[in-house]
């Protein structure tokens, strides 16, 4: 067994505890929204309106200010399994059924926690991103900037605030009031199939591995992980998944990004750009000193 | 047939932006550009041009900050953007430049209308000069340290077009707030920077491929099109004779400089609400990414 990733000792020391986080085994999902529900009860996470999207069993559509878990229903005809196993009977169309159950992914180097202007997001002792709701000022910048597009800016009315919008940015918190004391996240634990996973990061990553071999073995060819790995776009995810196709398949960017990654770039296009401005406007004095005038 | 991603929803969320924010991307610029201006026309011995632009950036880098703080979810919190100095978040610096270029372009005219403190008074000019380069560029890198395709793709460009932009239309205020023997300098500016932003828009959308349409359509396409019957109309007309027909020929600049900036701010919620923009800049090079299959 590897040593315990710490989570980020040089900014807590002493204080750092292994790395939390979730995997998310889609294999064994079964679509009953228990994580969905035991998030919203758990959290006080408010109802945001009851409608019927027509996409499958799935009414939440997206995660956002008012769903921090959200499974997905992707039903396709193609066969569960590379040996045709899936269809009924013969002749019969082949079918299977997609679930995964969705969540903010917690990420190594988080885009969100890096643009927040006030400091509201932080990174806690257990590794995982939280938003502060008593600095959050709600201006929406994390919202674009997050690769998954998790998060987002709540417009209920806020019962404190004599009915006008919240205006806050919520997100899955990975339950931080259990898990700082040990217990697990809400979702974890009301998961009937051990879908959702919680627990030290490394020692997810490993049975994670070791499933996935089983689950390809089994002849599921288009099986895979999805943010385990820290080499990725995002320093790997806190929250991973073991998916059954493609991503994108279940609204997952194929590639995601902390577009940090690139300020310094930008920054330094910047400058030229400022340069040029600086040029421009002085090649425009420069122009008249002749007297030419114009 | 089939929906793109995840029923056709969007991957990375649209902004919550509102109007205020695509209209400060034209004041920040405004008064940016104008500050630069300002002090360059006191140093090159133009007190009248120096003058009608320290108003004219006194003007907007004051209604800047009350638009950024009206489109906050809690704006009785925007000082928090002050609680931290985070060099990580564009938008935590760009508060800090805006507070700096506001102070000292505010307290510099309000000692000139005094006519008091000439030291003081050249001091805050100059700051104001400086500070007004950041202020006219730093919203490019603040769109493009985000996961939205259009504005993260055009990351390289945007600050051209934004500098270019400033330029324009402190130009093109300077002409219409100054008599023209004074107004040369503005005039060649407003001219430099509308060909400047025309050409760094045209560079843009050639270089981000199949993400330039999410410029080239809908509402930003609108704007777009606007910016540049503006942008023609108004050169021909500052280029003809006459004074009225050629401070009407500013005002058109002016407003194609504004027209520009929300076919920007668009562009960003086309491009997150269509998920295929996502996939096109993504899928490329996924067996190589995350979420490769095994």
């Known amino acids: 067994m590897s040593a315990r990733t710490e989570a980020w000792p040089d900014t807590y020391g002493a204080e750092a505890r292994p790395r939390m986080g979730f995997f998310t085994d889609t294999s064994v999902c079964i679509g009953c929204k228990a994580c969905e529900v035991a998030c919203k009860e758990w959290n006080l996470v408010p109802e945001d309106g009851l409608v019927w999207s027509g996409e499958s069993f799935d009414n939440t559509s997206a995660l956002g200010a008012n769903s921090w878990r959200h499974v997905a229903f992707v039903e396709q005809t193609t066969p569960l399994r590379v040996d045709g196993d899936g269809a009924d009977g013969e002749g019969e169309e082949p079918f299977r059924w997609l ?3 969705d969540v903010c992914k917690h990420c190594t180097e988080s885009a969100c926690l890096n643009v927040c202007p006030t400091g509201a997001i932080f990174r806690t002792e257990l590794g995982t991103v939280v938003v502060q709701e008593d600095v959050c000022n709600g201006c929406g910048y994390c919202v674009p900037a997050c690769p998954f597009g998790v998060l987002d800016r709540r417009e209920l009315p806020a019962p404190d605030r004599g009915g006008r919008a919240d205006g806050r940015v919520w997100k899955c918190t990975l339950c931080y009031d259990r898990t700082r004391e040990g217990m697990t996240p809400a979702c974890a634990q009301a998961c009937p199939t051990e879908s959702i996973q919680y627990g030290p990061l490394d020692e997810l990553r490993e049975r994670a591995a070791g499933r996935l071999d089983k689950v390809v073995a089994d002849g599921f060819a288009g099986a895979r992980l999805y943010g385990d790995d820290p080499g990725d776009g995002v320093g790997g995810f806190g929250a991973f998944f073991l998916l059954l196709d493609e991503p994108e398949t279940y609204g997952l960017p194929p590639q995601p990004r902390d577009s940090t990654r690139d300020l310094g770039g930008m920054w330094r296009t910047a400058a030229v750009a400022g340069a040029a401005l600086l040029a421009g406007l002085g090649a425009a004095f420069l122009a008249g000193r002749d007297g030419a005038g114009s | 047939m089939t929906d793109p991603a995840y029923y056709g929803r969007p991957i990375v969320k649209p902004p919550v932006w509102k109007r205020e924010i695509g209209w400060y991307l034209f004041t920040g610029g405004l008064a940016g550009a ?3 201006m300002a002090a360059m026309a006191r140093a090159s011995g133009n ?5 009608r632009a320290a108003l004219v950036a006194t003007a907007a880098v004051n209604v800047s900050p009350a638009l950024l703080v009206k489109d906050l979810g809690r704006p009785e919190r925007f000082l928090n953007m002050m609680r931290v100095f985070k060099p990580s978040s564009p938008m935590n610096l760009g508060s800090w430049v805006l507070l700096g270029s506001g102070t000292a372009t505010t307290g510099a005219t309000l000692l000139d209308l005094a ?8 001091v805050l000019e100059a700051i104001a000069g400086v500070a007004g380069l950041p202020l006219s560029v730093y919203t490019a890198v603040l769109l493009g340290d985000t996961a939205n395709p259009a504005w993260h793709e055009g990351r390289r460009d945007l600050p051209f077009l934004f500098a270019a ?18 107004a040369g300098p503005a005039r060649r500016a407003m001219l430099l920077g509308t060909v400047g932003s025309q050409v760094a828009e045209t560079v843009m959308e050639r270089r981000i491929g199949a993400v330039a349409r999410a410029y080239a359509t809908g509402e930003a396409g609108r704007y777009r099109r606007t910016a540049r019957i503006l942008d023609g109309a108004g050169l ?21 400089a504004a027209a520009s900036r929300f076919a920007v701010f668009k562009a960003g919620f086309q491009a997150a609400e269509d998920p295929r923009y996502l996939l096109e800049t993504q899928q490329d090079g996924r067996r190589q990414g995350v979420g490769a299959g095994r």
């Open chain 1, 99 to 101: 679930m995964s159950s």
């Open chain 2, 34 to 36: 104008s500050a630069t």
């Open chain 2, 47 to 51: 007190p009248v041009l120096a003058r």
């Open chain 2, 115 to 122: 006519g008091i403190a000439p030291r003081t008074r050249a």
């Open chain 2, 165 to 182: 932009g400033a330029a324009a239309s402190a130009g093109a205020a300077g002409v219409l707030a100054t008599p023209p023997e004074h």
């Open chain 2, 236 to 256: 021909a007309l500052s280029l003809a004779r006459g004074r009225r027909v050629r401070r009407l020929g500013a005002g058109l600049l002016l407003a194609g």
